[in-house]
């Protein structure tokens, strides 16, 4: 009777994940054909893509149709999908390890100061000004050095004795989170023309995507997910406290460790190409857990999942609906993610998500 | 089955500056249930952290079947040693069945999931703790009795050959609390598991243990069977408080009352009062006199009597006498020799046969020579008159040389209270 319940339960489970995997490569598929182009020539009104010469392009017979339409979808859309996926899939799954590690609802891959070291990185870099004269991935490099150097700092600052206390890291990093605020904040305020830059890349967009981007974080953020996929079990047990985590034979201080580290690299990778996207990392993991449940073995991919088909979405509407010029997709995430949020906080008082104390 | 064998030998543990345990020193094997003891601070805890190795002792070694705990790892340890805590907080919303299931996590291999096997178990353990009903409900929507089921079922599920308790009943209600015992008792006895479990309730302590340990300071006070350990005299030192142990009626385990002094004033002065009483009139006056800085003396009593037993338990000087036989003329002397010294008689309310008669002729002998008597008089005459009626002489008797009769045990207090004070 038992086993049987958990069979159905698994079998549920296995539909849910088949599911956003189809829903995952549909939305791919549509959305390469969502988007005006510039009019062929320069002359008349811009056009869209026929649905036909997507499906053709993607099945390797794009030589049917203009070679402007395979370069628009292969070099342009593609690839700024994917990194779409990737990235969303990243903060999701990054969000989702935060709040199951730090037993807390309201925890996000920014929460222990990787966003603002990433903006002080990348203001950095547009400061000196070495963006454009170097290379066009030194902001990026900037970024996740300034991302890695805070979470680093902050997990060094947060240890005593070998243990870190989940409680200490959370508010070192709120800490050192503020102390690199005023510091970006100082930087922008002496910024004068590069003002604008260091704003826009604040706002967080995915429009540095290129092949290039997605070869660099697709390793990485795979990676990072499959490692902490293989923590999920432990992930499970570490939210029931961690004595008790202790007392199921989970090695608590080497899990945190390592669930730390590969969350924030997977959401410093994605913040480096993206700059800061929000809410995705905070929303989705909640969705999920209404959807599924909060066991992290079919969480995390779910999440991650889920996360990629918003971000992808997102983007989408940030790139179209003011087109010809695009709008940071932050903005959209916080827009559609902010009500959301409420309507489930709303929906959900009794609190079978929200964390209480017994 | 295979015996399980546990040895705590000689372990000290220290935070920085402040030695919480030393010393501690027993053994024991599989069915076996212990109860640990002991104030605040004395270590109980302490002493079960370092059980399961969330810490881990300075000196001294823990043994599970002769190998050291710390040798072990983490899983092992897991699979031997299952926790119940005080209280429990589960803040996501898993259903109960898959927070049995994670029992099985140290039995679990990191990239395999459950087999029928695991299932099979954790459906074993939620029968035992009679959780099965309860398996898709989530941890928030249950009582505190349910949820201490549901962490027992999952340390059930780890397969312990060791199951610690740290209070676990302690913010149970009275039912619940009985029934989490009685699931522990039996599971230990069935299953041959080792339970050791803290308490702070003596008497609970003492009708589910087969062992008790007494901490006191980080050291074990005392150990032994329960009526061994539970006396007044280790409770004195320990607690630093007076109790008086019977047995339990049923259980014939130790049951202790605490009867503590509650020192309110001094104004007694020392003051000593001879109660006069029986059939437990006298036992409250006798505590409100000590608590006021009176020194208290009693007779004649007959050694049944709960009035002598609460004398006795309180070391209150007491003339005895047999059961269901006249006051002797020797009690009587020596009664009469208390009355002699003290500075008030009290006569409370108890009734009077031609076994005690004596005792009335006692106050008149205190009246005699001048010592002032207080009679306690809230029941009719005719209720505590078994001498065929001729009580009301008696007591008109000590009415014409002045004693004072009162109708409760608190005016006659305020009266010797003030009489105290000129």
Known sequence: MFKIDFEKKRI???????????????????????????????????EKIPFQAVLDVLSGKGYLWPDVYETIILDIRLPRILLAVLVGCALAVSGTTMQGLFKNPMADPF??????????????????????????????????????????????????????????????????????????????????????????????????????????????????????????????????????ATHLGIDVEMVKKILL???????????????????????????????????????????????????????????TVLSPTEIPVGIITALCGAPFFIYLLQKNKKGRFVSHAT | ????????????????????????????????????????????????????????????????????????????????????????????????????????????????SETTHDFEIAEEAMRLTNILHLSERTFDELSGG???????????????????????????????????????????????????????????????????????NGKIASMGLPHEVLTPENIQKTYHIDVIVKQHPITNTPYVTPCPFAKNSEDGKGHTVHMICGGGSGSNIMRLLLDNGFKVTTGVLNVLDSDFVTAKNLKIPVIGEIPFSQITNDSHKANIKLIKKANFVVVTDFQIGAGNLKNIEAAEFALDSKVPVIVIDSTPISDKDFIGGDLEKHFNQLREHQAIFVKNPKMALNIILKEAAT
């Open chain 1, 12 to 46: 549920k489970r296995k539909l849910i994940l088949a599911s956003l995997f189809c829903a995952l490569i549909f939305t791919i598929i549509i959305v390469t054909m969502i988007g005006t182009m510039g009019p062929l020539g320069g002359q008349g009104v811009p």
């Open chain 1, 111 to 244: 929460l222990i100061g990787l966003a603002p070291g990433a903006a002080v990185g990348a203001s950095f870099s547009i400061l000196l000004g070495i963006s454009i004269s170097i290379s066009i991935y030194s902001t990026p490099f900037f970024a996740s050095v300034g991302a890695m150097l805070t979470v680093f700092a902050v997990y060094i600052i947060a240890r005593s004795s070998g243990k870190i206390r989940v409680e200490t890291l959370l508010l070192t990093g709120i800490a050192v989170g503020s102390f690199l605020t005023a510091v970006m904040s100082f930087m922008m305020y002496m910024a004068g023309q590069q003002f604008r830059f260091m704003f826009f890349w604040m706002l967080g967009g995915l429009y540095r995507a290129s092949w290039e981007v997605v070869v660099i974080a697709f390793p990485v953020i795979i990676l990072g997910v499959i490692i902490i996929q293989l923590f999920a079990r432990d992930l499970n047990a570490i939210t029931l406290g961690e004595e008790p």
């Open chain 1, 261 to 319: 580290i590969f969350s924030s690299l997977i959401a410093g990778v994605a913040v480096a190409f993206t700059g800061i996207i929000g809410f995705v990392g905070l929303i989705i993991p909640h969705m999920m857990r209404i959807l599924v449940g909060p066991d992290h073995r079919i969480l995390l991919p779910v999440s991650a999942l889920a996360g990629g088909i918003f971000l992808v979405w997102a983007d989408t509407v940030a790139r």
């Open chain 2, 1 to 112: 089955m295979l015996v399980t064998l546990l040895k705590i030998d000689n372990i000290d543990f220290s935070y920085p500056g402040a030695k919480i345990l030393e010393d501690v020193t027993f053994e024991m094997k599989s069915g076996e249930f212990l109860g640990i003891m002991g104030p605040n601070g004395s270590g109980k805890t302490t002493l079960l952290r370092c059980l399961s190795n969330a810490l881990s002792p300075q000196i001294g070694t823990v043994l599970i079947d002769g190998k050291d705990i710390q040798r072990l790892s983490k899983k092992e340890i897991a699979r031997n040693i299952g926790v119940v805590p005080q209280t429990s907080s589960v803040d996501f919303a898993f259903a109960v069945s898959e927070l049995v299931l994670m029992g099985r996590t140290p039995h679990t291999e990191r990239f395999k």
């Open chain 2, 146 to 216: 349910e949820r201490q089921r549901v962490i027992i079922a999952r340390a059930l599920a780890q397969e312990p050959k060791i199951l610690l308790l740290d209070e676990a009943t302690v913010h149970l209600d009275i039912s619940s609390k009985f029934e989490i015992l009685n699931l522990v008792r039996n599971l230990s006895k069935q299953r041959e598991i080792i339970v050791i479990a803290v308490f702070h309730d003596l008497n609970l302590a003492a009708q589910y243990s087969d062992k008790l340990i007494l901490l006191d």
